[in-house]
């Protein structure tokens, strides 16, 4: 069991404090340190956090950049990443860097600790962004096969322009453009523009 030192490295003030509140009713003994920065946290008065929960939009070095730096300066403490937004391409490069798990913002505050829960417990971390990452990547075989014209319609699908401001984008009939998007839909397996957009991104077609 990994100790209850935690290192929260966060700019916003308020997500910080009613993360740490939570941290707090959950784990016996914690022990927080908070930093808006990168640059705060290397002057952290913690020396061996066991954890380290670094927000990936941060003010100066961004918690990307910053992954080897935190490494480097606490090579025993466990990464966990931080985002309001999750896309494939930064999960698969937060790990690469050295992150243990990409957890949501936006999850609840229960599947929040049941990943810092399982890492204190040096188990695997299941039911994180990261691990949704790895199973898409596992079905990549499935990914649907968009022609160069259609994934150019689907880009713009999902910036919501009407099949008229597509086709003038991209000097084709509206017609055309119609026969396109109907492709599209049958290849992402949805039936509506909406859906298209939100299976698109979730399988990191677009971003």
Do not use: Y
């Not at 990307?64 to 309001?84: C, D, F, H, T, Y």
């Not at 690469?96 to 229960?110: I, L, N, Q, T, Y």
């Not at 962004?129 to 713009?156: F, I, K, M, N």
């Not at 086709?167 to 084709?172: A, D, K, Q």
Request: hydrophobic letters at 45%; charged letters at 20%; aromatic letters at 2%.
């Amino acid at each position: 069991m990994l100790p209850p030192r935690i290192l929260l490295i966060d700019d916003h003030s308020l997500f910080r404090c009613g993360l740490r509140m939570v941290l707090g009713a959950a784990i016996p003994g914690l022990e927080v340190t908070e930093a808006a920065s990168l640059e705060e946290a290397m002057r952290s008065p913690m020396a061996d956090p066991a954890l380290v929960l670094l927000d990936i939009q941060l003010h100066g070095l961004n918690g990307l950049e910053g992954i080897g730096l935190v490494k480097r300066r606490w090579p025993e403490a466990a990464v966990v990443m931080l985002s309001s937004v999750v896309s494939p391409q930064k999960v698969r490069e937060a790990m690469e860097r050295g992150a243990v798990a990409f957890v949501s913002k936006a999850d609840p505050a229960d599947k929040i600790l049941s990943v810092i829960a399982q890492l204190r417990q040096g188990l695997p971390v299941a039911g994180d962004a990261s691990q949704e990452v790895a199973r898409a990547d596992e079905e990549g075989a499935q990914q649907p096969l968009l022609t160069p014209r259609q994934s150019e319609v689907l880009d713009l699908l999902c910036q919501g322009l009407s099949n008229k401001v597509i086709g003038r984008r991209l000097n084709l009939s509206e017609n055309t453009v119609r026969g396109h998007v109907q492709a599209v839909l049958a290849a992402l397996q949805v039936s509506s523009r909406s859906e298209a957009g939100f299976a698109a991104r979730q399988r990191g077609i677009v971003t």
